[in-house]
């Protein structure tokens, strides 16, 4: 087994700056929403618009949390509290994102969440790729529509 750890730092997410465009569309689809709730007497849909659309406003002007990673003998650390044994990796992917950051997608024994994406530089890319090929299947992995969504809207 290779010895050597490999870790690095990378942002949860890319942060893109947002123009006041994109927050009066963001506000007009919510008034449209939350009108045609009204109309119809639906008042729980209007209350959860009005939150979603307070949630999408203040998650749009957030910095991203940046996280610590970790490839070790025994497995993937994400920060101070995820570990993802090898044994509970069922394979790998990766993804090209930016021009800077790759996704590293490992598929892992979870009901709940078989996807785990993670950020890594591309300038690390094929060290971290050839760490994880010497116990790991490298596997392809279709993004999901989400993802493709989230990127659309720019989230």
Same mark, same amino acid.
């Not at 709730?37 to 979603?52: E, P, R, S, Y």
């Given at each position: 087994?290779?010895?050597?750890?490999?870790?690095w730092?990378?942002?949860?997410?890319?942060?893109?700056?947002?123009?006041?465009?994109?927050?009066l569309?963001?506000?007009?689809?919510?008034?449209?929403?939350?009108?045609?709730?009204?109309?119809?007497?639906?008042?729980?849909?209007?209350?959860?618009?009005?939150?979603?659309?307070? #949630?999408? $406003?203040? +998650?749009?002007k957030?910095? @991203?949390?940046?996280? !610590?990673?970790?490839?070790?003998?025994?497995?993937?650390?994400?920060?101070?509290?995820?570990?993802?044994?090898? #044994?509970? $990796?069922? +394979?790998?992917?990766?993804? @090209?994102?930016?021009? !800077?950051?790759?996704?590293?997608?490992?598929?892992v024994?979870?009901?709940?969440?078989?996807?785990?994406?993670?950020?890594?530089?591309?300038?690390?890319?094929?060290?971290?790729?050839?760490?994880?090929?010497?116990?790991?299947?490298r596997?392809?992995?279709?993004?999901?529509?989400?993802?493709?969504?989230?990127?659309?809207?720019?989230?």
């Open positions: 087994m290779d010895k050597e750890n490999i870790a730092t990378a942002p949860e997410y890319d942060y893109e700056h947002r123009e006041p465009a994109w927050y569309v963001s506000i007009l689809v919510a008034a449209v929403l939350l009108i045609l709730a009204l109309w119809q007497k639906n008042f729980l849909f209007a209350a959860f618009v009005l939150l979603a659309e307070m #949630a999408i $406003i203040l +998650g749009a957030q910095l @991203p949390p940046v996280w !610590d990673f970790e490839i070790s003998g025994g497995g993937v650390k994400i920060g101070e509290k995820k570990f993802f044994g090898y #044994a509970d $990796i069922e +394979g790998f992917d990766i993804h @090209p994102d930016t021009e !800077d950051y790759h996704h590293l997608v490992l598929r024994r979870s009901r709940f969440s078989p996807d785990v994406k993670i950020r890594m530089p591309v300038s690390e890319s094929e060290k971290i790729e050839t760490r994880l090929a010497k116990t790991l299947q596997q392809s992995y279709e993004p999901h529509v989400i993802d493709a969504v989230a990127k659309l809207l720019k989230f």
